[in-house]
């Protein structure tokens, strides 16, 4: 028996290294391989001067023989918020992985201030857009670090700064180690609200002329989306906002609103506007209200 459990720990131990430099060598493939999408040579970076966002007949799909998108096509001014909503499946957060170059469009362009695109450098266009997803990414280290990935390099008074702007420092001026605090894996040491207040304060630090709300929201309690949304809109001041919705309460205030069914625009224009008119938005805010999800 004491030659035997020896051995056999020897041999789980082999096992498992032999495991590791499969997966080490699959991963290294994995990174070695050439993007997708990539820049077109010489292509210039990004200038955002206004920050007007068109999508001028945006056609779209995953699956050649399955389109997403179907003509798509609208315009967000500067300081503007537009939302979009429908159905699932209608392509709403489509819109918001295109708006990223994630994927090139099959037909029609997409521009900011007038730039296609696909003529622009990918790194320019992700250091001008921020982004709040549903589920904030965080990682296993420090709520200062966390707040920071959104720009490294940026002083601490500025770290602090969009903190209180998200309504996030004094939260953390009550924690024993304040910004020292360890978020855990994924963040799960903290509530969804206050995850999304790390997501809100990283894009705020970021500082990007357009920001996209990829139902930012949708996983909080309604007590808790409500107070989250006062600071959405105070990161919002100033910037083109395109908000992905799918509680209708959360973009009542939006410039404009978008009703995307089935790949195309079947609605425009503002909240009281779309209840007047008494087409899908306002089918769509009936049967939310009926289920608590939007006020009376």
């Known amino acids: 028996i004491q030659i035997t ?8 131990v082999y096992r498992e290294i032999r495991q590791s430099l499969v997966d080490m060598a699959e991963m290294f493939d994995l990174l070695d391989q050439p993007p997708e999408i990539q820049d077109r040579p010489g292509a210039p970076a990004l200038r955002v001067s206004e920050g007007r966002v068109t999508f001028d007949a945006v056609a779209f799909g995953y699956d050649p ?17 537009v939302a979009i909503v429908g159905p699932s499946g209608a392509g709403k957060s489509t819109i918001g992985r295109l708006l990223f170059r994630f994927y090139d469009v099959s037909g029609g362009a997409i521009r900011i201030d007038g730039q296609d695109l696909r003529r622009v450098t990918q790194d320019s266009l992700h250091h001008s857009v921020g ?7 965080l990682f296993n280290d420090t ?7 959104g720009r490294s390099d940026a002083p ?16 953390i001026a009550d924690l024993p180690q304040g910004y020292d605090t360890q978020v855990g894996e994924r963040g799960l040491k903290l509530s969804g609200g206050e995850k999304q207040r790390v997501g809100i304060a990283r894009t705020l630090l970021k500082n990007p002329p357009i920001v996209v709300l990829d139902e930012a929201t949708s996983a909080l309690d309604t ?6 949304q ?3 809109r105070a990161m919002s001041r100033g910037r083109t906002v395109i908000t992905i919705a799918h509680r209708l309460s959360t973009v009542v205030d939006a410039d404009q609103i978008l009703v995307l069914e089935a790949g195309q ?32």
């Open 5 to 12: 459990m020896p051995l056999n720990m020897l041999g789980m």
């Open 65 to 81: 023989d399955r389109p997403i998108l179907k003509g798509v096509s609208f315009a967000a001014e500067p300081g503007q918020t």
């Open 131 to 137: 982004i709040v997803p549903q589920d904030t990414v």
């Open 143 to 149: 709520l200062y670090y966390n707040i920071a990935y």
């Open 156 to 171: 601490r008074a500025e770290v602090e700064d969009a903190a209180r702007a998200a309504r996030l420092h004094d939260f």
């Open 223 to 228: 007590a808790t989306e409500r107070d989250i």
């Open 230 to 232: 006062d600071s959405l």
């Open 265 to 296: 625009v079947a609605e425009q224009g503002t909240h009281a506007d779309l209840l007047a008119r008494g087409g899908r938005y306002a089918q769509l805010w009936d049967a939310q209200s009926r289920n608590g999800d939007a006020p009376a």
